[in-house]
């Protein structure tokens, strides 16, 4: 009923940008929290940027004012702005999305295949 497809990793140079999109199938009654994750091979799969139903985002130390989380609604798309990306950045990218789907009572998390940053020069 639901798939989260993420797209637009690939290899850049440090300082270099890019945009991660998300695109959501599926009906919701209500999105909760969207969150872009990411996760280097040895490392803890960790949270980069939410975004709340709201509006509120929050962001890691890490990646705070170079990073941007935003939704285009009416496309069903959750996007990233990565901007100054450096070498720790590489990573698998992940979205996640915590809610209700329609017709549902339940609140689940969903998650994309993720895609593939690298970072270097």
């Known amino acids: 009923q639901v798939q989260l497809v993420e797209s637009g990793g690939g290899l850049v140079q440090p300082g270099e940008s890019l945009r991660l999109s998300c695109v959501v199938s599926?009906?919701?009654?209500?999105?909760?929290?969207v969150r872009w994750y990411r996760q280097a091979p040895g490392n803890q799969r960790e949270s980069v940027a939410s975004?709340?139903?709201?509006?509120?985002?929050t962001y890691a130390n890490s990646v705070n004012g170079r990073f941007d989380i935003s939704r285009d609604n009416a496309k069903n798309t959750v996007h990233l702005q990565m901007d100054n990306l450096k070498p720790e950045d590489t990573a698998v990218y992940y979205c996640?999305?915590?809610?209700?789907?329609?017709?549902?009572?339940?609140?689940?998390?969903?998650w994309g295949q993720g895609t593939q940053v690298t970072v270097s020069s």
């Open positions: 975004l709340t139903r709201v509006g509120a985002t």
């Open positions: 996640n999305v915590f809610g209700r789907r329609a017709g549902s009572d339940v609140f689940e998390d969903f």
């Open positions: 599926g009906r919701f009654s209500i999105v909760n929290v």
